[in-house]
């Protein structure tokens, strides 16, 4: 259990939530893609904490929880979004919703 | 000497507050008015007969000489001034006795008229003018008299306005008049530049005085003649207009138009003569030119002969008689060139009573044949009309030069005067004598002998005129016959009021002439007899003299076509001046349009070239480009969520390798 | 007492223009007093001046704008009492055949006064700048007048009357712009003997305030003045705006275009005379010829016109010429001829009077028979002399004012200016004075078509003058028999 280990761990998270986003089209998908990408870095900086300078502060651990809250609130703003969406747009692809164009 | 200013003024006054009265308001009471205008003339005539007494019996040896400021400046003025001498003495008679005698007539010819009342304002105008005129002692006073006497000359002539002819007629006048007038305004000017002075006499500072004399004939030369010269020619041309001498004669027969008392005291005893008077006051200066009296009676004696010339083949009565005036203005000029003032003055004298005469008569004769003027339509008028048939008879007696007669003396002067001068125009005279006395006895005989040959309706009317026309021809026959006898050679008192200059009297030669003139006047008379006697001339081509001169004679009595000369050279010259000078006008118009376009243009090629090429073209470029980068950024928004968040991944990564390297 | 009587003319113009609707009777008697009020006063103020002697009378200086010396500076003086003159008696009258012939149009009346009043300022004012100022001013209502109420070309006539003359006259701005650069002042002086510094024979040797590069450029600033001055008068070949302007303007406004407008550039030509007399003396000749071929051409054009206002417009072109024809023989003058000099100046100065009357009631006299014919062309004769008398008489002596009859005043100027042209320059005043042949023959033309021959049909119930007519003309008319008989009545005003 190395610090480089967990490191290619939440690396290969975020490109699998990179890829998501980037590839599907399902908005949902999109969304809990941008959590994996999130549960990534969280990932990244509990390994840095622990495998850090000072592995017992609070601090770390208290960064990750707000992150983590934060995200989690973020998703929640992201589906009611897509909520609404789907209620106007009667689908939850990206391509249906290209009204706001130049 | 103030009473002589005096009687002068009141001379003035009378016709000219006649004249006055005339304008405003006479013709409410015309008859009271005609009266009045010939109560001015009768003060007048007092007033010059006040004055010969005073010249003649109380101060035989001077002239009296009045003046008044009228224009001043700072430094200089030109003032009105009068004088009387014997020359304006003897004319002041002249015209106040001739003028009367015209007003009286004219109130029996003009009496049904109904416009007398201002014929008679403009005749009392004239007659003030021409008084005027002839005791000017200032050249400015003389012509402003004497175009206000082509101004009453124009109003009467066209007196009866509603005849073209006669509107015509008083244009002619007056433009032939304004012509001559000119060169003696011309003279005026350059006499008042060289001299200071317009004053005729002016105790010896005066233009006829010697001083003014020497001054001018030292001044410069122009075109090989002296300055006096031409200044004399000019005035000489002003006598030429005013007396129609030729070239400038063309206005009196055409003048004819007017009333024939106007004929009688305008174109036969008065104005004409005024041209003549002019040269006569002149005389000093003219004196002390080479060359100009040669030139004077040479026009005098030219005109003479083809006035004469003309005379003959006419068949108007007042025509005749016009041309007959100048003829003998002709003759005038002759004596005034070969002999001097005195024979001049002295021809006028007693043409002024027997002319008048002449028209008065042929005017009492129109009267009798209710408006006909045509001879060829007259005749046997003897019996009808003895009284004026008898003054006229006198009248043409006397111009035709017949022995004893005031013609005969008068002109026997002059051809003496002639003879002994140049003999040419000596020559030139004495067929002019000729022809004068043929062709009066032309109209004589066509006009009271024979058979009458006009209408029945105006032979009916054929009367003598009344008294009031017949009188005045009465006393100008006495006048007519009687006036020569104060300038017989031997007893002249005529010359001797005038201060003629004393000639030795070439005894012999003179009874030639005297046996010349009157061979001429009855050589005249009997040819004319012999050609007309009983016979019936009822139109030109019966006429024969026709006969005798085939198409010659058509020549003279169309006047030899001098209009028709004038209108195709000056006319024409006027139109074609009148028609480059309006090209010139189109011609500035057009550069007008040309700059005015010019400017359109500029402004217009400012507009498009500027405006909307280079300013708009850049704007409309410039924005053009910044549109289509705006169509290129534009296509960032195309709404595709995948698209955004694919832009957003690249973006940050290519920060992040930014980054990376800068770091 | 000059302020007076330039603004109140104005303002109450203005006014009665603005708005002056509706009270026809009211406008109209307000307009005439104030004109005749006016007039009145400034005759007074010149009668005055000509007793007093001075150099000049009823001077007002306010210095106004320093840094360019445009100064408020009028007065009466020796050069201008005349052109006042002559504007106090033709206005009242202008103003009231326009009362009378125009009595709904509030406007035509109003501009005509205030028309007084910058025309009374033209000639009031002695300093170059203001001279220009109301010089360019007094085309403003000229031109309205003439585009709202003239005959059927009335907009291009007012366009090019404007342009023309306000063009013309740019260059004389220049050179007045010059003079300030190079004299620092721009007050005129009529004598040279001003207690403030002033403008006087700027280049004449003995001037000492003329810097050397005034003298150098001295005929172009001449040039440019002549040109605005040639424009006004007009001189050939400038003139082609009047011909139009004088026949479509309407009858008061030709009036007093040819009696009043005509004579700013005569008095132009006098101030330039005074201001520059040696540059006038080197070129005088080439002007003198100018001046002489447009006395000769216009005249001569008008043989071929059948309108009548036309014939009056070119005879008038050869009349007011003949000033400048007298001012350029003035300037070729030494001072050995003074007593000449006196004489001519007295010659034009008449005539400008003279010219100003008999134009102006020509023009009045053409509206009547326009108004009566319906036309401004002349017609076969007419024989009017029978129907309308009293007109006949009033034309007699306005057609032999302007022939030059001895007796009227016409004659008087026209003498002394030929008079004294002769002596300096005999070939081109010889051809000046042919002009007074066809001017005969035009004339004489004009009166046998109008008054001569058998009474046309159209004419048989017309009426003669009416009162206010005869009122209108008897001034004139009066006048011009006066100083004609008579001429030391004008020549004491300023007595030369």
């Known amino acids: 259990m190395t610090l480089g280990f967990i490191l290619i761990i939440s690396a290969a998270l975020f490109c699998i939530g990179l890829f998501g986003v980037l590839s599907r089209r399902n908005m949902i998908v999109i969304l809990f893609s941008i959590e994996l990408m999130f549960n990534a870095a969280h990932l990244n900086l509990i390994a840095f904490w622990r495998f850090g300078e000072n592995p017992l502060a609070i601090s770390g651990l208290m960064f990750v929880l707000f992150s983590l809250a934060i995200s989690g609130a973020e998703a929640a703003i992201g589906l009611a979004l897509i909520l609404r969406l789907y209620r106007h747009y009667k689908s939850v692809e990206t391509q249906s919703i290209t009204e706001l164009k130049g | 000497m103030e009473i002589w200013t005096n009687i002068l003024l009141l001379m003035l006054i009378g016709p000219f507050m006649a004249a006055i009265f005339g304008v405003f308001g006479a013709v409410r009471a015309p008859k009271k008015y005609i009266l009045v205008s010939i109560g001015g003339i009768a003060l007048s005539l007092v007033c010059s007969l006040g004055f010969l007494w005073i010249l003649g019996v109380i101060k035989p040896a001077g002239l009296l000489v009045t003046q008044f400021a009228w224009m001043d400046f700072a430094h200089s003025s030109i003032p009105m001034s009068f004088v009387v001498d014997p020359l304006s003495a003897v004319m002041c008679f002249v015209v106040s006795f001739v003028a009367l005698l015209v007003f009286i007539f004219s109130s029996g010819y003009m009496e049904h008229d109904e416009r007398k009342a201002r014929y008679f304002c403009f005749l009392s105008f004239f007659t003030g003018a ?19 006497m082509g101004l009453a000359s124009y109003l009467l002539i066209g007196f009866w306005y509603q005849k073209p002819s006669a509107a015509a007629a008083a244009q002619k006048a007056f433009l032939t008049t304004r012509i001559g007038d000119l060169g003696l305004l011309a003279a005026v000017f350059f006499l008042y530049n060289k001299t200071g002075t317009l004053l005729f006499f002016d105790h010896g500072a005066g233009l006829l005085e010697p001083a003014q004399i020497a001054l001018l004939q030292k001044a410069g030369l122009w075109a090989g003649a002296g300055y006096l010269f031409w200044v004399c020619l000019l005035a000489f041309w002003g006598a030429v207009g005013k007396s129609g001498q030729i070239p400038l004669h063309v206005w009196l027969p055409d003048a004819m138009e007017g009333p024939t008392p106007v004929s009688a005291l305008i174109h036969a005893a008065t104005m004409v003569a005024a041209g003549v008077f002019l040269m006569c006051r002149l005389y000093p200066l003219y004196e002390s030119v080479d060359g100009l009296l040669t030139l004077i009676t040479w026009v005098g004696a030219i005109t003479a002969i083809f006035a004469g010339m003309i005379a003959i083949a006419q068949s108007d009565i007042k025509r005749i008689l016009a041309y007959s005036t100048v003829s003998q203005l002709g003759i005038m000029f002759v004596g005034l060139g070969a002999g001097g003032p005195a024979y001049a003055m002295f021809h006028l004298f007693t043409h002024a009573f027997f002319k008048s005469l ?22 046997g008028l003897k019996a009808k009309m003895p009284k004026t048939f008898l003054a006229y008879v006198i009248g043409a007696a006397a111009l035709a030069g017949i022995p004893l007669l005031s013609g005969f003396w008068s002109k026997d002067e002059i051809l003496y005067r002639a003879f002994e001068h140049d003999k040419l125009p000596f020559l030139l005279l004495c067929a002019t004598s000729l022809l004068t006395a043929f062709y009066m006895t032309r109209q004589v005989v066509l006009v009271f002998f024979g058979e009458f040959r006009g209408t029945k309706e105006v032979k009916h009317h054929l009367h003598e005129s ?88 058509v020549f003279l009595n169309e006047r030899c076509r001098v209009d028709e000369l004038y209108e195709a050279t000056l006319g024409r010259f006027m139109d074609v001046a009148a028609r480059l000078s309006d090209y010139f006008e189109i011609f500035l118009e057009f550069v007008n349009r040309m700059v005015g376009g010019l400017v359109y243009t500029l402004a ?28 290129l950024a534009a296509k960032f928004q195309n709404g595709s969520l995948a698209f955004y968040l694919r832009m957003m991944a690249s973006g940050a990564l290519i920060a992040g390798i930014i980054y990376w390297v800068v770091k | 007492m000059l302020s007076l009587i330039i603004f109140l003319p104005v303002i109450t113009g203005l006014l009665i223009a603005a708005g002056g609707k509706g009270y026809s009777r009211f406008t109209g008697g307000a307009a005439l007093a104030v004109s005749i009020g006016m007039s009145l006063l400034c005759a007074f103020c010149i009668v005055d001046f000509a007793r007093g002697g001075q150099d000049i009378a009823f001077m007002e200086y306010v210095p106004w704008i320093e840094s360019f010396a445009i100064n408020y500076f009028t007065g009466i003086t020796a050069l201008n009492a005349v052109f006042l003159l002559l504007t106090a008696v033709v206005m009242p009258v202008v103003i009231g055949v326009a009362v009378r012939n125009y009595p709904e149009n509030a406007m035509m009346i109003g501009l005509l006064l205030v028309e007084q009043g910058l025309l009374t300022g033209v000639f009031a004012m002695q300093n170059l700048l203001l001279w220009f100022f109301f010089w360019e ?23 090019k009357f404007f342009l023309y003359t306000l063009l013309g006259s740019l260059p004389m701005l220049l050179s007045f712009l010059y003079i300030y650069y190079q004299f620092g002042t721009l007050d005129l002086s009529t004598t040279g003997s001003q207690g403030f510094k002033s403008l006087y024979a700027l280049d004449s040797i003995g001037n000492s305030a003329a810097p050397e590069a005034f003298r150098g450029l001295a005929f172009w600033v001449f040039l440019g003045i002549f040109l605005g001055v040639a424009v006004k008068i007009p001189l050939y070949p400038l003139h082609s705006w009047q011909p139009d302007a004088y026949t479509q303007a309407p009858t008061p406004v030709s009036m007093f275009l040819t009696g009043i407008m005509s004579k700013m550039g005569v008095y132009g030509m006098l101030v330039l005379y005074t201001l520059m007399p040696v540059t006038f003396g080197i070129h005088a000749e080439w002007i003198l010829w100018i001046a002489a071929i447009t006395m000769a051409v216009s005249i001569t054009v008008a043989l071929l016109k059948n309108d ?24 070729l003058m030494t001072g050995q001829q003074a007593l000449m000099k006196g004489q001519l100046q007295t010659g034009v100065l ?54 030059g009859l001895p007796g009227l005043s016409g ?16 070939y081109a005043t010889a051809l000046a004075f042919l002009g007074l042949i066809p001017m005969t023959m035009v004339m004489l033309k004009v009166i046998s078509r109008v008054l001569y021959g058998p009474l046309d049909a159209q004419f048989a119930h017309t009426h003669d003058m009416n009162r206010a007519e005869r009122v209108a003309a008897i001034p004139f008319v009066i006048l011009i028999i006066l100083i004609g008989l008579w001429p030391k009545t004008i020549i004491w005003i300023w007595n030369w």
């Open chain 2, 130 to 148: 021409m008084l005027g005129t002839v005791v000017s002692n200032s050249l400015l006073t003389f012509l402003i008299f004497w175009e206000m």
């Open chain 3, 411 to 426: 004659f008087i100027g026209e003498f002394l200016i030929f008079k004294g042209a002769f002596e300096m320059s005999p």
């Open chain 2, 604 to 631: 217009w090629v400012e507009n498009k070239v500027l405006d909307e090429w280079v300013i708009n073209g850049i704007f409309s470029a410039g924005c053009e480009s910044a549109r289509i980068k705006g169509v």
């Open chain 2, 358 to 379: 002449l028209f008065l008569g042929s005017g009492s004769v129109i009267h009798a044949c209710s408006g006909e003027q045509n001879i060829y339509r007259m005749g």
């Open chain 2, 466 to 553: 009344p008294s009031l026309l017949t009188t005045p021809l009465i006393v100008l026959a006495v006048f007519a016959a009687l006036a020569g006898l104060i300038g017989t050679p031997w007893m002249n008192l005529f010359g001797h009021f005038i201060h003629a200059p004393e000639h030795e009297i070439n005894v012999p030669i003179h009874l030639l002439m005297m046996l010349t003139g009157t061979a001429l006047a009855f050589g005249g008379l009997l040819l004319g007899v012999k050609l007309y006697w009983n016979r019936s001339v009822r139109t030109m081509a019966d006429d024969p003299l026709h006969k005798l001169l085939g198409s010659f004679f």
């Open chain 3, 137 to 159: 001013l007094t085309l403003v209502p000229v031109f309205f007048l003439i585009k709202e109420y003239g005959a059927e070309q009335r907009a291009f006539a007012a366009y």
């Open chain 3, 350 to 403: 008449v005539q400008v009077f003279s010219h100003g009357l008999s134009g102006a009631l020509l023009f009045l006299l053409a509206g009547i028979l326009e108004k009566r014919s319906g036309t401004r062309l002349l017609g076969g004769p007419w024989g009017l002399r029978h129907q309308m008398p009293v007109f006949a008489g009033f034309f007699g002596v306005a057609v032999f004012a302007t022939i």
């Open chain 3, 308 to 331: 009548l206002k036309e014939i009056i417009a070119y005879s008038s072109l050869n009349h007011v010429a003949i000033c400048a024809l007298g001012i350029s023989a003035m300037a």
